[in-house]
C-alpha cells in the first residue's frame, strides 16, 4: 500500500530515536498501535452499519467497493459480459448476419 521497505522502516526508527529519545519512543509506539487498532475498528463497524441499512442482498459489501473507479470498472465489465452473452444468445437463436448482396427479410403484411 505504502511501499514502504527495510531501508526506509531504519531510516524512519533512527530519526525517531534522534526526536524523541529512546526513553519515549515506546510510549509513542503503545500509543500509535492504539490509534490504528481504533481507525480499523471504526471502519469496520462503519462497513457493519452499511451493510445492516442496506439489506441482506448487500451482505458481501467491503469498502473498497465504494470507490468511484472500482464501481465504473465493475459496471463496465459487467455491461460488456451482458452484450457478450447477447451477442451468443442471439446468435443460437438461429439469427445471422446477412450474407453479401443479400436482402433482409420482407414481411408485405407488417408494412
Known amino acids: 500500500m505504502f511501499d514502504v521497505g527495510l531501508a526506509e522502516l531504519a531510516v524512519i526508527a533512527l530519526v525517531a530515536i534522534f526526536v524523541f529519545g529512546p526513553d ?13 487498532r481504533k481507525a480499523r475498528d471504526f471502519a469496520n463497524s462503519a462497513r457493519d452499519e452499511l451493510r445492516d441499512e442496506l439489506g441482506p442482498q448487500y451482505a458481501d459489501l467491503e469498502l473498497r467497493d465504494l470507490d468511484p473507479r472500482t464501481i465504473v470498472r465493475k459496471h463496465i465489465i459487467e455491461a460488456m ?25 420482407y414481411d408485405s403484411d407488417a408494412t
Open 24 to 36: 519515549r519512543l515506546p510510549d509513542l509506539a503503545k500509543q500509535a498501535g492504539q490509534m490504528l
Open 81 to 105: 459480459e451482458d452484450a457478450d452473452s447477447e451477442q451468443s444468445a442471439a446468435q443460437t437463436r438461429g439469427k445471422r448476419p446477412l450474407d453479401e448482396g443479400e436482402l433482409p427479410p
